[in-house]
C-alpha cells in the first residue's frame, strides 16, 4: 500500500529558531517528492519539489532533502518566524502525477 | 496572475441535504482535480478531469457524489444527499498539464463542509 508517514504530528518553537520535518514512504513506483505549507483555511502551497536524483532543494529559509535508498526526507526551517506557523505536508508523486499526501505536521512559531 | 477560485468558503447543511461546490482553475490549466480534506488528514483525492474528460475517479463516492467539468474550464462538485462523515474541506486545484514530472498543482483557498 502506497503511504507517507510524516513526523512529529505537531511542533512548537520559539521565532527564530531552527526545526526539522520528517517524511517516510513506501510510495512506489516514485517519481518526485513535494513539500507544500498549507497555511489555516487555505489551499496547500508548494516549496520544493524534488526528483529521485536530487538530494536536497532550497527555497528560501526551507530546504528540503531526499534519500532515495532509505526512502525518507526531511524538511528544514532555519531562523523561524511566525509566519512559519502552518501545516508543512509531505506529498509523493506517482508516475501519471498521482499525489499520495501525507498527513502533515503542524507547526506553531511562537514569539 | 489569478489562483485557483472557488466558491461558496463555507457552507453548513443538514444530513440528507444536498450542496454543491464550485471551483473556477487557473486559466489555460488543462486538468482540475477535487479533494476532500478532513480534519487532521491529507487530502485524498475524489476526481481528476483532464480537460473536460475524466482521468481518474476512483475514490469518488458515485453513490452519492458527482462531478462535472462540461466546458474543460470551471467545474462544479455535487453531494446529494450528503452524510455526517461528509463533513471537510473540498479542495480544488489545477495544473498547466498532467503527466509532467514536475507538474505543479496549485490549489484553491477550498470550501469548508459541515453537515450537521
Known amino acids: 500500500k502506497n503511504q507517507v508517514e510524516q513526523s512529529p504530528q505537531s511542533l512548537i518553537i520559539l521565532e527564530g529558531k531552527n526545526c526539522t520535518l520528517q517524511?517516510?514512504?513506501?510510495?512506489?513506483?516514485?517519481?518526485?517528492l513535494r513539500w507544500y505549507k498549507q497555511d489555516t483555511g487555505r489551499g496547500p502551497v508548494s516549496l520544493t519539489i524534488?526528483?529521485?536524483?536530487?538530494n536536497t532543494k532550497s527555497n528560501g529559509r526551507y530546504t528540503a532533502t531526499l534519500d532515495a535508498d532509505t526512502k525518507q526526507s526531511s524538511l528544514h526551517i532555519t531562523a523561524s518566524q511566525l509566519s512559519d506557523s502552518a501545516s508543512y505536508i509531505c506529498?509523493?508523486?506517482?508516475?501519471?502525477?498521482?499525489?499520495?499526501f501525507g498527513a502533515g505536521t503542524i507547526l506553531r512559531v511562537k514569539s | 496572475e489569478a489562483g485557483v477560485a472557488q466558491s461558496p468558503r463555507y457552507k453548513i447543511i443538514e444530513k440528507r441535504q444536498s450542496v454543491a461546490f464550485w471551483c473556477n482553475p487557473i486559466?489555460?490549466?488543462?486538468?482540475l482535480y477535487w479533494y476532500q480534506q478532513i480534519l487532521g488528514q491529507g487530502p485524498k483525492l475524489l476526481i481528476q478531469?483532464?480537460?473536460?474528460?475524466?482521468?481518474?475517479d476512483s475514490q469518488l463516492p458515485k453513490d452519492r457524489f458527482s462531478a462535472e467539468r462540461l466546458k474543460g474550464v470551471d467545474s462544479t462538485l455535487k453531494i446529494q444527499p450528503a452524510k455526517l462523515e461528509d463533513s471537510a474541506v473540498y479542495l480544488c486545484?489545477?495544473?498547466?498539464?498532467?503527466?509532467?514530472?514536475?507538474?505543479?498543482?496549485?490549489f484553491g483557498a477550498g470550501t469548508r463542509l459541515s453537515v450537521l
Open positions: 478531469f483532464q480537460n473536460n474528460g475524466v482521468v481518474d
Open positions: 524534488m526528483t529521485f536524483s536530487e
Open positions: 506529498v509523493v508523486s506517482l508516475y501519471g502525477n498521482k499525489l499520495v
Open positions: 486559466s489555460g490549466h488543462a486538468t
Open positions: 517524511c517516510n514512504y513506501t510510495v512506489s513506483p516514485f517519481s518526485n
Open positions: 486545484a489545477s495544473s498547466p498539464q498532467a503527466g509532467l514530472a514536475k507538474n505543479i498543482q496549485y
